[in-house]
C-alpha cells in the first residue's frame, strides 16, 4: 500500500472545496428565490418537514452509508444558516416605514437600543413617558413596534414591565442588551458640590447606590426615564439639579458630564425587549419566554421546573410576581432557550399546562448572542 502524501491530499481538499463553495453559491442563490416566493405568498421560512425530506433525499445518495450522521449534521446547518439569510435578506428589503414605540426621550438607552436593533430599517419613532403607555400602543395597534426594559444585571428584572407584557396581547419578537454606563449630568458651570437634588428612573438611582452614599447631601428624585431626567435639567437650567443617564442624552441636551460610569456594578447591562401585537414566526428563534402560575400546593413549582429539566430545556431566568387579590400567590416568568417547533419544548409545555393554573407563551425569538 502506498505511503499517503498529507500534502497530496490536502491540495485534493482544497479542489473540493472550491467545487463546494460554488455548489453551495448556488444553493443560496436558489433559496433567496424561494424567500421571495415566500414573501409574496406570506408562507413561513422555516418548513421542517421539507427539511426532513431534503436530508433524506441526500443522505440516500451516499454510497458510503456511515458518512450518513455527518452529513446530516452538515445538511441541517446549511439548513439553519439559509434560513437565517432568508430572514435578514426579508427584513433588509421591507419597504414599508414603520412606526416604533421607544419608552423615555430621545437620548434614553431605549432610544440607544431601538436604533441598534431596527439599524437598516426605516421607521419613526414615537416617544412615550410611561412603560404603560408604549404597551397599550403596541396592543391597541397604533404603532408596529415598541421597545421597553425587561432586566438589568444589577438590579433585576423590572417588575412593572413584567407584569404588563402579561396583562396586554403583545407578544416579545426579539431583544437587544446593552452595557450601561450612568453619568451624573449637570447644567452650565455646575460641579459635584453644587448638585443638591438628582433625578432619574428608580433603576437608574439603584444602579448608583454606591456613588450616592459618597455623596449624601444629594437628593435622589425618581423620575419618569434616565433620557427624561436629562431633559428636565436642561429646562430648567438650575446648577443644583443634576441626573443620571448616558452620554447620549449629556451630548442631546447640552449637558455637562460631572461624574462618568457611577454605577457600582462595571458589567452593568440592561436587556430591552422589542414587542408588537401578534407573535412572529422566525427560523432561527432559540429563546422563549412564558409566564405560569402553579397550584397552591407544596411542591408545586418544583414539578413544574421538572418537566422543563427532565427534557433538556435550559432555563436562563425565572421572576415572580404576586397576584392580585390573591395572598402569598404568584406569576412566575421564565425565559429558556428553545423554539416552538422543537419536540422536547412541545412536550414540556403541554406537560407544564397540565400543572398549571394560569399559562400564557410571551413570545419566541432569537437571543441577542453578541458581545458587548
Request: net charge positive.
Given at each position: 500500500m502506498a505511503e499517503l502524501d498529507l500534502e497530496v491530499i490536502r491540495k485534493e481538499i482544497d479542489k473540493v472545496d472550491r467545487q463546494l463553495a460554488a455548489i453551495l453559491e448556488a444553493r443560496l442563490g436558489l433559496v433567496m428565490q424561494v424567500a421571495e416566493y415566500k414573501k409574496a405568498k406570506g408562507i413561513p421560512v422555516k418548513d421542517k418537514a421539507r427539511e426532513a425530506k431534503v436530508v433524506e433525499k441526500v443522505t440516500d445518495f451516499l454510497d458510503n452509508k456511515d458518512y450518513v450522521p455527518a452529513v446530516e449534521t452538515i445538511m441541517h446547518s446549511i439548513m439553519d444558516?439559509?434560513?437565517?439569510l432568508e430572514e435578514a435578506e426579508l427584513a433588509k428589503n421591507a419597504n414599508r416605514n414603520l412606526k416604533i414605540g421607544c419608552f423615555g426621550v430621545p437620548g434614553s438607552f431605549t432610544h440607544q437600543a431601538l436604533e441598534d436593533?431596527?439599524?437598516?430599517?426605516?421607521y419613526e419613532r414615537q416617544h412615550y413617558n410611561l412603560f404603560e403607555e408604549v404597551i397599550t400602543a403596541v396592543s391597541k395597534g397604533e404603532v408596529d413596534y415598541g421597545v421597553v426594559p425587561i432586566e438589568n444585571s444589577s438590579t433585576g428584572g423590572i417588575t412593572e414591565v413584567y407584569d404588563l407584557l402579561r396583562k396586554f396581547d403583545c407578544s416579545i419578537v426579539g431583544e437587544r442588551c446593552l452595557k450601561i454606563e450612568q453619568n451624573l449630568l449637570g447644567y452650565g458651570e455646575a460641579t459635584l458640590n453644587d448638585i443638591k437634588k438628582v433625578y432619574s428612573h428608580p433603576q437608574g438611582l439603584a444602579q448608583s447606590k454606591e456613588f450616592f452614599k459618597d455623596h449624601p447631601q444629594m437628593e435622589k428624585i425618581p423620575y419618569f426615564s434616565t433620557s427624561k431626567s436629562a431633559e428636565t435639567v436642561a429646562e430648567q437650567k438650575d446648577i443644583t439639579l443634576a441626573a443620571v443617564a448616558g452620554k447620549k442624552a449629556a451630548e442631546l441636551y447640552g449637558l455637562k458630564i460631572l461624574a462618568e460610569n457611577i454605577?457600582?456594578?462595571?458589567?452593568?447591562?440592561?436587556?430591552f425587549v422589542i414587542i408588537t401585537k401578534a407573535p412572529e414566526k422566525v427560523a432561527s428563534a432559540n429563546k422563549i419566554t412564558v409566564v405560569f402560575a402553579v397550584k397552591h400546593e407544596a411542591g408545586s413549582l418544583y414539578k413544574t421546573l421538572g418537566h422543563l429539566h427532565h427534557r433538556g430545556l435550559n432555563m436562563l431566568n425565572i421572576e415572580s410576581r404576586p397576584m392580585e387579590g390573591k395572598s402569598w400567590e404568584y406569576f412566575f416568568h421564565v425565559d429558556l432557550m428553545g423554539n416552538l417547533e422543537d419536540p422536547d419544548v412541545i412536550e414540556g409545555f403541554e406537560a407544564v399546562q397540565n400543572n398549571c393554573t394560569y399559562f400564557k407563551i410571551l413570545g419566541n425569538y432569537r437571543a441577542d448572542d453578541r458581545k458587548e
Open positions: 444558516a439559509a434560513c437565517v436593533y431596527f439599524e437598516g430599517r426605516t454605577n457600582f456594578n462595571s458589567n452593568n447591562s440592561t436587556r
